[in-house]
């Protein structure tokens, strides 16, 4: 890894998606900050995570990416941050189960505040009248209120992504070393769910296997019961505003290489992976294992290029391709690219986004994705990588803990007047608690098939 390009040298290749600030000294004086704050992550921690990323590319892990679309500031309670890890262990358990191998834990959380917008606008009807003001692009930039105070970029709000994650990481890592996540704990909440839900009852059979396979480990000694009473656990989040991410980068003592220390992996968004764009540039400079998301506008050729540029020794499990075409195109569209980018011999781990392909506006005006479209997606990318005998390595949701109402269809059968009950979310729509947990069993159920 050379040394990384000044903020400037970044800017000055064009960066997409960034917030327009009116303070430049104020800017300035908040990436001073960041930039003596103490690392989020360790950049140890990073490199383990590549290493199970690696694990997964060959087959022997699962990833599960998964966590809110947008964090949020006032979403960052004790009560959101455990219902969120909760239902993302509750998902691997399941599927570590079916997959027969470890499951690899990233949340979409601890850092994913910043937005890229279609449109940098955002026109609404107010008393009658037609008013414009800047589009919300995250708590990480300005407010979701559509006023216009609220929706000024305002430079302090990137010290306070670095408190909110701060605060996130800490409780997720008590969490997760401190014994709330102990393995039969979590399979308790899923038997739970199993008995008490008129979903969960399909599951029946399933959970009960699972139970069986941990009272005879028990019985017999197997497992150290310390792996049994701690989990890891990695956050993630996209990498959007050069600002934040290029303060939060910092020199690894160990091998003086530089990492973005503000979440363990970092990725590229669908509109800011332009070959010659500021935030690939970025991304080549840091260490971190790292995602890059490819939508059906994706070629062969582009994701050829994005290897060599962002992973230019193949190093196993750095670089991560996130496909998001859409439960309809991922049949038609994947086998293409991962055809070329195997018969390359480039060394990526494949993980489908089952999200983002698939959204759409209802008629009473709610952003929302169906349920099946994202099980048919996830379908699809099975389908596609055994029909090419390569591999699958995992699948990114967005999803919360809690019970809102932001997808429609699955076993409870939503639909779209059902929406307005519990919408929440400040971008895109979320599985809910039980539509996750459905998920999960789903996609368990497809892996022992395959
Ligand atoms: C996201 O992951 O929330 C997102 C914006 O995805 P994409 O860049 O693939 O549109
Ligand atoms: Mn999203």
Not at 92 to 97: D, N
Not at 183 to 189: A, E, G, I, N
Not at 324 to 339: K, Q, S, T, Y
């Amino acid at each position: 890894m050379s040394e990384i390009p000044s903020l400037e040298q970044l800017h000055a290749l064009g960066a997409a998606q960034q917030p327009t600030y009116d303070d430049p000294a104020a800017v300035a004086a908040a990436v001073a900050r960041l930039r003596t704050m103490p690392p989020l992550v360790f950049a140890g921690e990073c490199d383990d995570l590549k290493a199970k990323i690696a694990a997964a590319s060959r087959g022997e892990a699962f990833i599960l990416q998964g966590g809110d679309c947008a964090e949020t500031f006032v979403g960052a309670t004790a009560d959101n941050v455990r219902n969120k890890l909760r239902v993302l262990l509750q998902m691997a358990v399941v599927l570590t189960y079916a997959a027969s191998v470890p499951v690899v834990k990233v949340g979409r959380l601890a850092g994913q505040y910043a937005k890229p917008r279609s449109s940098d606008k955002e026109t609404r009807q107010v008393d009658g009248e037609s008013v414009t003001l800047p589009a919300y692009r995250g708590d990480a930039v300005n407010g979701f209120d559509f006023t216009p105070e609220s929706r000024r970029p305002d430079p302090q709000r990137l010290l306070e992504v670095y408190h909110a994650s701060a605060s996130t990481l800490n409780l997720v890592r008590a969490f997760t070393t401190g014994g709330y996540a102990d393995l039969r704990q979590v399979h308790t909440w899923n038997s739970e769910f199993v008995r008490n839900s008129p979903v969960g009852q399909h599951y029946e059979a399933m959970a009960s296997e699972i139970d069986r396979a941990l009272t005879f480990m028990q019985a017999i000694g197997a497992g150290d019961p310390d792996e049994f009473h701690r989990v890891d656990f990695y956050s993630s989040h996209e990498a959007l505003l050069l600002e934040y991410e290029h303060a939060m980068t910092r020199i690894d003592s160990r091998t003086e290489n530089p990492y973005n220390v503000s979440g363990h992996m970092v990725w590229i968004g669908e509109r800011t992976r332009q070959l010659d764009g500021a935030h690939v540039e970025y991304f080549s400079h840091i260490s971190n294992p790292i995602g890059c998301k490819l939508g059906p506008t994706a070629t062969a050729d582009d994701a050829l290029a994005l290897a060599a540029k962002l992973n230019p020794t193949n190093e196993p499990g750095r670089l991560t391709f996130i496909t998001r075409f859409g439960a309809e195109r991922i049949r038609d569209g994947l086998p293409h690219l991962v055809e070329k980018v195997t018969a390359e011999g480039v060394d990526v781990a494949w993980v489908c986004d089952a999200m983002h392909g698939n959204t759409f506006e209802t008629s009473n005006g709610y952003k929302t994705r169906r349920f099946e479209d994202v099980l048919d997606e996830v379908q699809g990318f099975f389908d596609v990588h055994r029909a090419l005998g390569t591999i699958p390595a995992g699948i990114l949701v967005e999803n919360t803990g809690d019970d809102v109402t932001e997808i429609i269809g699955g076993g409870e059968e939503l639909d779209e007047l059902g929406l307005a009950h519990r919408y929440e979310s400040v971008v895109d729509p979320r599985l809910n608690r039980v539509q996750s947990l459905e998920l999960a069993f789903l996609v368990a159920e497809m892996l022992r098939r395959a």
